[in-house]
């Protein structure tokens, strides 16, 4: 039975190879088509040469994670071939270069030693030898189909239509080349194949205009070839739909970004580090404003200096944030128990990646949690937030800003690099869901030498005592009026030691516990205001049988989910908190009464959430799914833990999740 716009589509090669580029074609051809789609990007940390890979989930309905088996892998050198192609399920599909077929295991040195032994092991458990012919025999024994495209070849005839015999030296066109066979054999619309290469291109007409032509050439080559090959066609078929106007094709990063300008970020400061640097790129790339101002983006000498400028930038009133991931955030530990003692607004957000150290700096983990609530030495105020998709990592993005200025402390927006990394089709965007509210900023005062009685508002008076500006007035609520750094008359004093209200330094007892009392408070305040949505949302079926979760798993979780109730009858909801600290204790409470079975899935070894679930709530999880390996969890290797535990097939208490290659 052919199976139409449901594809999980992978393509791969060597790092500089242009597979981020050939995946992005593939991608942007289906979003043009109007079909939804979640692409995954993975990479090694050197620069060229090593292994990199992308997977795109493809579908006519919204999908929110990537599937572990592969329908259809597009294959331009033979490490591809051997990584990927035991994961093409029976009745899918490999389209490969022919060239690559004389390749051996032995040619792949980027392939780990204990890979290549357990190749060996498999393909000479069935006669064949340790060379992609094998391999390609191998798998289409398993059923698979395979549909071989001479691309030298085809470089030779191109260039020779050009009349450019430095066409057929062109190696990079093949893997565009590649992406138009095998939307050629899936038999999509040739023009929205076009129109995203010459997206992709736009800044080089030449080059939009050889690729396009290139890929034509393949794809009418592949039309006539494979035609009537199959009596039933291939088996799968992609197939355009009227394309929505309401729709975006993003990326992480940059649906962070754009959400920094939206909220009025001015200053932005980082020090590169994977995967946090893309964002900075991307503002650098977009610093004016359609003439509403500009980000200034600053490249430091290392984090410490990244925090303390964002500091600085608050200080004087500006929006302003600094991007890192775990080892750049250990560094900004101790300035940010400074911004926190002096009630400054500044927005951090990390993109988590796995540790400890340099860890595996490019591939992904959630392993930060409790680092982000507990960073820095004594007790201070901040908010942590997570997004738990490119969606929320917009919104969450203006939001931090907000909470940073109403309540005068860090923000922590946590992401990480499945998000940052990660491509999918959403909602257009709408700024005017989040309101701008920059809290008690006084653009001046008045009359500083006026006298509390004598104050012409209610805002002079709350700053006013005296001829003083008190910086750090005792308030109702612990939230004290502030003023721009540099604002005439108003002088106050800011310092890393503990403070009276101008902020001169004090050891006095009483007055440290009002201090201490006026911050902390300020934590029992966030929880009061912030809405529940904003807390924490729940998704899902109406069940006695609840999933837990935070960030990055929420697709992976809902897609589960929906399998689940598909496939097998099995209703389950799912509650992600999106706000860990201050923790929601009451809101969480609240989703969870009814629960008889409570799973709780991270990506980490302790099953840091759980954590603060017995710290706050006074309850465990039943079952603890996490990962940890540095791959995303997909929908595929979630759905198959959910369904064996509801089912009672799951005898430990942790499961631990492997899949990635």
Known sequence: MEVVNRLSWVTGGPQGSGVDTAANVFAKACALGGLYLFGKREYHSNIKGEHSYFSVHVSDEPVRAHVDPIDMLVVFDVETLFRHALYVVKDGIIVYDSSIVEGSIDDVQTLERRRRDELRSILASHSLEGTAEGMLKLVEMNGVRLYSIPCHDLLQDIAGKRNDPSLSKMVRMINIMMVASSLALLEYDQQLLVDAIRYTFRAKKSIADLNADAALYTYNYTKAKYANSEEDGIGYRLVARESRDDMLLMQGNQAVALGKMVAGCRFQTYYPITPASDESEFLEANELLDGKGSVVVVQTEDEIAAIAMAIGAGLSGARSSTSTSGPGFSLMAEALGWA???????????????????????RHEQGDLLFAIHAGHGEFPRIVIASGDVEEAFYDAIRAFNYAERYQMPVIHVVDKAIANSVMVCKEFNPALVRIDRGLLLDSVTSITATAATATTAEEEAVVEGSRYLRFRF??????????????????????????????????????????????????????????EEQAMVYGYESDATVISWGSTKG????????????????????????????????????????RLLIDVEM?????????????LQRDADYHVVKYNGRPMSSSEVYEALKGIVRGGVRSKRVVLRHGV
Do not use: C
């Not at 001169?504 to 009002?514: A, C, F, W, Y």
């Open 475 to 532: 308030t109702e609520d612990g939230i004290s009026p502030r003023i721009r750094l540099g604002t005439k008359d108003a002088v106050f004093w800011n310092t890393g030691d503990e403070h009276d209200e101008l902020g001169h330094i004090t050891e006095d007892p009483d007055l440290r516990i009002k201090m201490m009392d006026k911050r902390m408070s300020k934590l029992d305040l966030i929880l009061e205001r912030l809405s529940y």
């Open 604 to 616: 980490n070894y302790s099953a840091q959430l759980a954590k603060l679930l017995r710290a706050n």
């Open 556 to 595: 992976a979780i809902l897609d589960a989910i929906e399998m689940l109730k598909a496939r097998d009858g099995i209703d389950m909801n799912f509650v992600q908190v999106r706000l860990l600290h201050p923790f929601p204790t009451a809101r969480v409470a609240s989703l969870l009464e009814g629960t």
């Open 340 to 362: 926190g003692i002096n009630e400054v607004p500044v927005v951090i957000t990390l993109y988590q990646r796995a540790g400890p150290s340099t860890g595996l700096p490019t």
